[in-house]
């Protein structure tokens, strides 16, 4: 069965006694371009440095020869430039505060400041005030908040909007080509086209704007949820809007050469608990998931993919009835996130896109013999029945042991 085949099988909840894999696909299923190079030195591969795709994650390009040795089922396609604004292209060297030397966009353009921190740019303007920090310590970046004083009596949902604009025919060409590419690797395809993320918080400082407008501080933005909730509807349905239109325009090009869309990101979950309620939930985000998940299920073959770290088992059905056809990531380290109890109650509606491995306390901190029998328990559980791509609890970071990555994809084998 080729890779395609086994993620269509799999998002149909269709048992073939094995699962797909991913690492890279999108931005939440990532791995940390040190233990990319880690991976590409334990496999003999070619000594080259590995593209940073993302500088805000520091998340690596997964290359060819890497996704045939890790046996990768699904590969991704992206924007045509980074969370800072910045294309990607005309490589570069840089060498990180870790000492390895990657490659990074030509506009990637930093400096260092009185604490010997990173300072990263809107589109690599270093003449405008940064956007972005990466501690000297750190392995990757943290937003800058540049929110101008709040006056509510002057606030203008366009200022929220700025970022969110219908693709240019430059966006189009690349998706097209994108698209192209990927169909040709015989792997599943997910997208990221972005514009889709209703509250993602994340987003909501802007790193890719030189002057961000609107409410930018992540504390003024929760709690606007509670004090300003008509303003984010303003924000939320006109963002819906021109989301809705350059699904259309990306379906115009790319038409079923995608298996699924990356379509919000907006965590809704603690380590404990989740954000809100589940009536905030469902009166101000989920008519807008809705709006889009019904389009796409309207008019594509396209899976809806959501991802929410965190406890929120409570919120499972209501991400269902908000049409979206995969959860990730999965955390099965958060309070009531139990496998067992998700597979049962939830699987047969949700693909369980993640979850392989816990990457709190197991891939970073167990020993490989407790890493394999963790994995081939999580395997076992997520994936009968179909309904299951494997990948670990969000991004597989820095200094995580190579040898419990190996340990990881001995137990895969075990399961092709």
């Not at 880690?38 to 997964?62: A, C, N, S, T, W």
């Amino acid at each position: 069965m080729d890779s395609r085949t086994k993620l269509k099988e799999s998002l149909e909840h269709r048992s073939t006694g094995t699962f797909p894999v991913d690492f890279g696909a999108t931005p939440v299923t990532g791995i940390h371009v040190l233990l990319i190079e880690k991976l590409r030195d334990h496999f003999g591969l070619e000594k080259r440095p590995v593209k940073v795709i993302d500088p805000y994650q520091m998340l690596g390009e997964m290359e060819d020869d890497l996704i045939e040795e890790m046996k990768i089922d699904v590969v991704g396609i992206v924007s045509r430039k980074n969370m800072f604004g910045q294309l990607l292209d005309n490589w570069k060297p840089f060498r990180t505060f870790w000492g390895q030397e990657v490659l990074v966009p030509g506009e990637f353009n930093t400096t260092i400041d009185s604490n010997g921190d990173l300072l990263l740019y809107p589109e690599g303007d270093t003449s405008i005030p940064p956007s972005g920090k990466m501690p000297k310590k750190a392995y990757f970046a943290d937003a800058i908040i540049r929110q101008h004083p709040v006056d509510d009596s002057k606030l203008d949902v366009e200022d929220n909007l700025e970022e969110f604009e219908v693709f240019s025919q430059e966006d189009i060409e690349h998706w097209r080509l994108e698209a192209d590419r990927a169909s040709k690797t015989g792997k599943g395809v997910m997208a990221t086209f972005g514009g889709t993320a209703v509250g993602d918080i994340a987003l909501v400082p802007a790193v890719n704007l030189r002057d961000p407008k609107g409410i930018r501080d992540v504390t003024e933005w929760y709690m606007s949820i509670m004090m300003r909730r008509d303003y984010l509807h303003q924000i939320f349905e006109k963002q819906t809007d021109i989301a809705i239109k350059n699904l259309e325009l990306a379906y115009g090009v790319v038409g079923d050469k995608i298996d699924g869309v990356f379509v919000c990101g907006t965590d809704f979950g603690t380590q404990e608990s989740t954000f809100c309620d589940a009536e905030t939930y469902t009166e101000l985000y989920a008519p807008y998931y809705r709006k889009m998940n019904g389009w796409i299920h309207k008019n594509t073959g396209w899976k809806t993919f959501k991802h929410s770290c965190g406890a929120v088992e409570p919120f499972m059905k209501l991400f269902i009835d908000s049409g979206f056809d995969i959860i990730n990531p999965v955390q099965i380290n958060a309070a009531g996130m139990d496998p067992v109890l998700l597979k049962d109650k939830y699987g047969k509606d949700l693909t369980s896109w993640g979850g392989g491995v816990d990457t709190q306390k197991i891939l970073p901190f167990a020993s490989p013999p407790e890493v394999k029998e963790h994995v081939r328990r999580q395997c076992e559980i997520l994936s009968k029945d179909g309904g299951f791509v494997f990948n670990s609890v969000h991004n597989m970071q820095a200094t995580v042991p190579i040898e419990n990555v190996v340990a990881m994809l001995e137990v895969l084998d075990e399961f092709k």
